[in-house]
């Protein structure tokens, strides 16, 4: 009997392993179609052609890679389209975008903190850079001193990516201070954590009187 319904990607069932990547990541896709196919040949995910593990003859199911493109810093997401599969009765199936996209991996930088020399010091300011977030996002700043005592904000970005805030550090401890910045957007992709140290002081010498000789 002649069969003329296409195949058709069964989207319930593809699979981008990672979930999210930079610019020269390595990405497995992994799809299934509702009958066996031919190999998908021409898909893509963003502008990078899928390099398919070779099998003979027709499957429902194929498995491929590529290394990730890089694209702009507004681009938060790649699409994943498939094209190129028949089956066995020769029927070619129409090219489709997956409902499952690449998320690109956000980043964030951090200014340099100045060290804070000042008694009584209460807050210092920090302030960073970051792409791929939108200003619904939240940003974690966290501040250790050497006992492990934190103080943290968080803060969500501009439409531009800056974003700043001030941290509370009138519970630290006086000497070098660790900051870390961290964050993911609203796709759950999570950018690298950026660090930085300053050195605290807050309490100014005294003359330990008790100890003064005069000879």
Not at 158 to 184: E, F, P, Q
Request: aromatic share 4%.
């Amino acid at each position: 009997a002649l069969t003329q319904t296409k195949p058709e990607l069964d989207d319930g069932q593809t699979d981008l392993t990672p979930r999210y990547a930079a610019a020269g990541d390595l990405v497995t896709i992994s799809v299934t179609f509702d009958k066996a196919v031919t190999t998908p040949t021409g898909s893509t995910l963003g502008s990078e052609v899928i390099d398919w593990t070779p099998q003979a003859g027709t499957h429902t199911s194929w498995s491929g890679t590529i290394h990730v493109a890089a694209v702009d810093d507004s681009v938060t997401s790649v699409a994943l389209t498939l094209r190129g599969f028949t089956d066995e009765a020769g029927n070619t199936g129409e090219a489709v975008t997956s409902g499952e996209a690449l998320a690109m991996t956000p980043t964030l930088t951090l200014d340099p903190i100045s060290d804070v020399n000042v008694s009584g010091a209460t807050s210092v300011d920090v302030s960073g850079d970051s792409t791929r977030f939108e200003s619904t996002d939240s940003l974690s700043i966290k501040a250790k001193d050497s006992d492990g005592k934190e103080a943290t904000a968080t803060v969500s970005p501009n439409a531009m990516g800056n974003w700043s805030t001030t941290l509370d550090v009138s519970g630290l401890k006086d000497g070098n201070i660790s900051v870390t910045v961290n964050g993911s957007n609203a796709l759950s992709a999570k950018a690298d954590e950026v660090s930085t140290t300053f050195a605290l002081t807050q309490t100014k010498p005294e003359l330990d009187d008790g100890q003064t000789d005069l000879t």
